[in-house]
């Protein structure tokens, strides 16, 4: 019943651009908070990339900072990564995951409830 799917990866060269959603079904993520994280090939899965909160702040790795940005559309129960000015180190299976009443300070994976499956991204010229 409860889901979480993601989508819009692909392969872009880089400096591109590519706008991931995360749509939740069988719950409201208004009660959650959100969080993008990826895996790299070979290597583990990092700490939350960004978060949103359920009270709008929000909270972004260094490593994205500045380049990606977190939202919400409510009406579509639906979160989106915005990702700018893309490097090939940020090659990697994006997921998105929500942490029942989560806050900015939820960053770790064990914190969170539900998973989508990934989503690829190819940064590459």
């Known amino acids: 019943q409860v889901q979480v799917v993601e989508s819009g990866g692909g392969l872009v060269q880089p400096g591109g651009s590519l706008r991931l959603s995360c749509a939740a079904s069988g719950f409201t993520l208004d009660k959650y908070a959100i969080g993008w994280f990826r895996q790299a090939p070979g290597k583990e899965r990092e700490g939350a990339l960004c978060?949103?909160?359920?009270?709008?702040?929000?909270y972004y790795a260094d490593s994205v900072k500045g380049r990606f940005t977190i939202s919400r559309d409510n009406a579509k129960n639906t979160v989106l990564l915005q990702m700018n000015s893309l490097k090939p180190e940020d090659t990697a299976v994006y997921y998105c995951a929500a942490a029942l009443f989560g806050t900015s300070a939820t960053r770790y994976g064990y914190e969170y409830d539900y998973w989508g499956q990934g989503t690829q991204v190819i940064v590459s010229s």
């Open positions: 978060v949103s909160s359920r009270d709008g702040s929000t």
